[in-house]
C-alpha cells in the first residue's frame, strides 16, 4: 500500500482548466506514481466539498458562508488583504478552519507525510495541526517566495522562525531563496532547493519548425502586482511604438497581457497615458491549456521583475520554464531567483530591474535579430528540459520524502 501524503496549500485550481496557478496539483499528480496524494484547499463560491480533480483526492475546507469565501484564488490571499480589505475579518475563520480541518484529516486518515506549500500559514499549521491530532507526522514545507519575502513584520518574521525550528524538512524554489532563510535560522535539519516543474515533454513544448506561424506580438504572462514590473514593459514598449512612428503602420507590435491582479486598473491607465492602449490587449486569467499556443505564437515573451516596495519578489519564475519549453525567447528581469534559469546571453536576455529604457533596448535586438532570439531559446529549452521537467522534479521530491520516511525504497520506475 502507498503511503498516504496529505497536501496543504491555499493556491489550487478551483476546477479542470481553471486559471489559477496549477503547480501544487502538477505535482501532487505526478507523486501519485509514490503516495496516495490528498489536498486540503479552500472551499470558495460553487466548489464543491469533495472530489478528485486531475485524478487527485480534494477536500475543501470550508470558513464562511459560501458567497463571501473570497479570501483565497483571484491573486491570492495577500493580493485579496490588500485589494479587498474586508477580507481581513476573514483571516482569523480561514486559519481556524483550515486548521481543524487538517488536524481532523491527520486524526482520521493513515496520513504517512504532510507536505505544507507556503511557510505561511501552511507550514505553520501542519505543525499545529500534527500536535492536536496527537501524531507526529513528517512535515516538509515548501517556500514559494511570497511568505519569505514579503511577510516581514515582527510578529510574521517570529512565527516563521517558530516554524523553521520545528519543519522536518524545509525546500525553497531557488538559491536566492536558500540564502534567505539562512539570514532567518540556520539549523533546519534538511534544507533543500527544489523549483516547481513544468511539463516540458507533452504541453510546454514547441511547435514544430515547419509550422512556426510567430505574429508581431511580445507576451506577458504573470499576476498584475508590483514585483511582476509590468508597468515598466508598457514603458518600454511605448518607446518601441515610438519608433515605428512614420514606418510602415500595417503591421504594428502588440503588447499581450495574461493575467489578473489588482493593479489592472491602474495599468490600463497607464498604458493610455502613454499612448499605447490601442496596442496591448490585456487578455485576464486564461486557461492553463491555451498558454502554450500563446507562447509559440510570441516573438518573445518579457518578464520584467522588481523587487516590491514591500520587499516581495519572484520565488523562482516559472513562466520562464513554460516560455522557453515553447521555444519562446525571453527577456527578464534580474533579481537573483531568475539566475537560476536565465544565462545572460545564453538562454536569455537579463536586464536591471525597474530600467525601461534598458528593457527596450533589449527588446529591439530580438526584433532586430531573429536568429539570436532562435539560438537563445534553444539553449534555454535545453537547460529547462534537463533541469526542470516534472518528471526530474518529482523524482527529487520523491527522494525527500523518502528520508523523511526514513526508508530506501526504491523507485518503483
Not at 482569523?92 to 488536524?103: D, G, H, Q, R, V
Not at 504572462?221 to 514598449?237: D, N, S, Y
Not at 497581457?257 to 499605447?276: F, H, I, K, Q, S
Amino acid at each position: 500500500m502507498k503511503p498516504k501524503l496529505l497536501v496543504l496549500t491555499s493556491t489550487f485550481p478551483r476546477w479542470a482548466g481553471d486559471s489559477e496557478p496549477a503547480f501544487v496539483l502538477d505535482l501532487s499528480r505526478r507523486l501519485r506514481d509514490w503516495y496516495s496524494v490528498l489536498v486540503l484547499a479552500p472551499h470558495g463560491p460553487k466548489l464543491k466539498r469533495r472530489e478528485f480533480l486531475g485524478g487527485v483526492e480534494v477536500v475543501r475546507f470550508r470558513y464562511f458562508f459560501e458567497p463571501w469565501e473570497r479570501l483565497a484564488y483571484q491573486g491570492g490571499i495577500l493580493a485579496a488583504l490588500k485589494t479587498r480589505r474586508w477580507t481581513a475579518l476573514l483571516l482569523p475563520l480561514f486559519l481556524w478552519s483550515e486548521l481543524m480541518a487538517a488536524a481532523r484529516l491527520i486524526r482520521r486518515e493513515p496520513i504517512a507525510l504532510i507536505h505544507a506549500h507556503w511557510l505561511l500559514p501552511q507550514g505553520l499549521l501542519a505543525l499545529i495541526a500534527r500536535r492536536l491530532a496527537g501524531r507526529r507526522v513528517p512535515v516538509l514545507c515548501t517556500s514559494h517566495g511570497g511568505d519569505l519575502y514579503a511577510l516581514r513584520d515582527p510578529l510574521s518574521t517570529a512565527l516563521k522562525r517558530w516554524a523553521l525550528r520545528r519543519v522536518d524538512a524545509l525546500s525553497v524554489v531557488s538559491r536566492a531563496m536558500r540564502e534567505t532563510v539562512l539570514t532567518l535560522y540556520r539549523r533546519v535539519p534538511v534544507l533543500e532547493v527544489v523549483p516547481m516543474g513544468v511539463d516540458l515533454e507533452g504541453s510546454f513544448t514547441p511547435a514544430p519548425e515547419s509550422t512556426v506561424q510567430r505574429t508581431r506580438t511580445i507576451l506577458f504572462v504573470g499576476r498584475l502586482v508590483e514585483k511582476k514590473g509590468l508597468r515598466f514593459l508598457l514603458e518600454a514598449f511605448a518607446r518601441i511604438q515610438d519608433e515605428q512612428h512614420g514606418q510602415d503602420q500595417r503591421h504594428p507590435w502588440e503588447l499581450h497581457v495574461v493575467g489578473a491582479g489588482p493593479l489592472r486598473p491602474e495599468l490600463e491607465r497607464l498604458a493610455l497615458r502613454l499612448g499605447v492602449a490601442a496596442r496591448v490587449r490585456f487578455l485576464g486569467g486564461v486557461e492553463n491549456r491555451r498558454l502554450p499556443d500563446l507562447y509559440r505564437r510570441a516573438v518573445m515573451a518579457v518578464f520584467p521583475f522588481v523587487v516590491g516596495s514591500d520587499g516581495d519578489r519572484e520565488g523562482f519564475g516559472l513562466v520562464v520554464v513554460e516560455a522557453l519549453g515553447c521555444g519562446c525567447p525571453v527577456i527578464a528581469g534580474e533579481v537573483p531567483a531568475v539566475r537560476d534559469i536565465i544565462t545572460h546571453g545564453e538562454t536569455g536576455l537579463l536586464v536591471p530591474p525597474g530600467d525601461a529604457a534598458a528593457l527596450a533596448l533589449a527588446m529591439r535586438r530580438l526584433i532586430a535579430d531573429p536568429d539570436l532570439g532562435r539560438r537563445l531559446a534553444r539553449a534555454g529549452r535545453e537547460r529547462a528540459r534537463t533541469r526542470f521537467d516534472w518528471r526530474v522534479i518529482a523524482s527529487r521530491y520523491h527522494a525527500l520524502f523518502q528520508g523523511l520516511l526514513g526508508t530506501n525504497a526504491s523507485d518503483s520506475h
